[in-house]
């Protein structure tokens, strides 16, 4: 059985697989049409666009591992598979109990790393910048939302990249998703970290090792 996250084509359906949209899934549960299911699949599979920004897809996975009697894993458009194995799922479900009592601890240690810079900058007495074209410009993208190919905003991203690459030193991007339509001059930088929406990782998105 393969479960297709928003945004991701639907694959052919092989001999005996069953291929349902996430909001067909979502009418199962309101229906109650997901008990038909129990155990019936012999494997499970969440397919989305990339794993690094799959999350931590714990109702899913939790239901794919109830309808499915063999292997359950996640897997993108590019093949890449992450099995979602007992000891995961136990994972997942003690970082979901236990977030709700780390979020003020997250947010002050953030605090404290933005009053750490402004302080050094104010001692420091940093002149103002001065423009030169003649550096390379860093981009950061940080949206949440993924697969996105086309839009207002995907078409607004690439045209200023684009623009900057032609008047300014080499263009250097780090993004949470691909940017269509970029010319290949511009560097871009994915996130390398499997679990990128996870709680533990949220807070500098691994952005930092494309740095």
Same mark, same amino acid.
């Given at each position: 059985?393969?479960?297709?996250?928003?945004?991701?084509?639907?694959?052919?359906?092989?001999?005996?697989?069953?291929?349902?949209?996430?909001?067909?899934?979502?009418?199962?549960?309101?229906?109650?049409?997901?008990?038909?299911?129990?155990?019936?699949?012999?494997?499970?599979?969440?397919?989305?666009?990339?794993?690094?920004?799959?999350?931590?897809?714990?109702?899913?996975?939790?239901?794919? !591992?109830?309808?499915? !009697?063999?292997?359950?894993?996640?897997?993108?458009?590019?093949?890449?598979?992450?099995?979602?194995?007992?000891?995961?799922?136990?994972?997942?479900?003690?970082?979901?109990?236990?977030?709700?009592?780390?979020?003020?601890?997250?947010?002050?240690?953030?605090?404290?790393?933005?009053?750490?810079?402004?302080?050094?900058?104010?001692?420091?007495?940093?002149?103002?910048?001065?423009?030169?074209?003649?550096?390379?410009?860093?981009?950061?993208?940080?949206?949440?939302?993924?697969?996105?190919?086309?839009?207002?905003?995907?078409?607004?991203?690439?045209?200023?990249?684009?623009?900057?690459?032609?008047?300014?030193?080499?263009?250097?991007?780090?993004?949470?998703?691909?940017?269509?339509?970029?010319?290949?001059?511009?560097?871009?930088?994915?996130?390398?970290?499997?679990?990128?929406?996870?709680?533990?990782?949220?807070?500098?998105?691994?952005?930092?090792?494309?740095?």
């Amino acid at each position: 059985m393969t479960i297709v996250r928003p945004g991701v084509p639907a694959p052919p359906a092989a001999p005996g697989e069953l291929v349902v949209s996430f909001d067909e899934f979502t009418r199962w549960l309101r229906r109650g049409t997901v008990l038909k299911h129990v155990a019936r699949h012999g494997e499970g599979r969440l397919l989305v666009h990339r794993l690094e920004s799959a999350g931590r897809p714990l109702p899913l996975a939790l239901a794919l !591992r109830v309808m499915s !009697r063999g292997r359950v894993a996640v897997e993108d458009i590019r093949g890449r598979i992450r099995r979602l194995t007992g000891s995961l799922l136990f994972r997942w479900t003690a970082q979901l109990a236990t977030e709700p009592f780390r979020i003020r601890a997250l947010l002050r240690s953030v605090e404290r790393a933005l009053e750490t810079i402004e302080t050094a900058d104010h001692r420091t007495g940093r002149p103002p910048p001065i423009l030169n074209l003649t550096a390379s410009p860093l981009y950061l993208r940080t949206d949440l939302s993924f697969g996105v190919r086309a839009g207002g905003s995907v078409a607004h991203i690439a045209g200023v990249l684009n623009e900057l690459d032609r008047f300014t030193g080499p263009v250097k991007v780090l993004t949470t998703d691909d940017i269509p339509t970029v010319k290949s001059s511009v560097e871009v930088c994915l996130p390398s970290g499997r679990s990128l929406l996870e709680f533990q990782g949220a807070a500098d998105l691994s952005l930092e090792r494309c740095l």
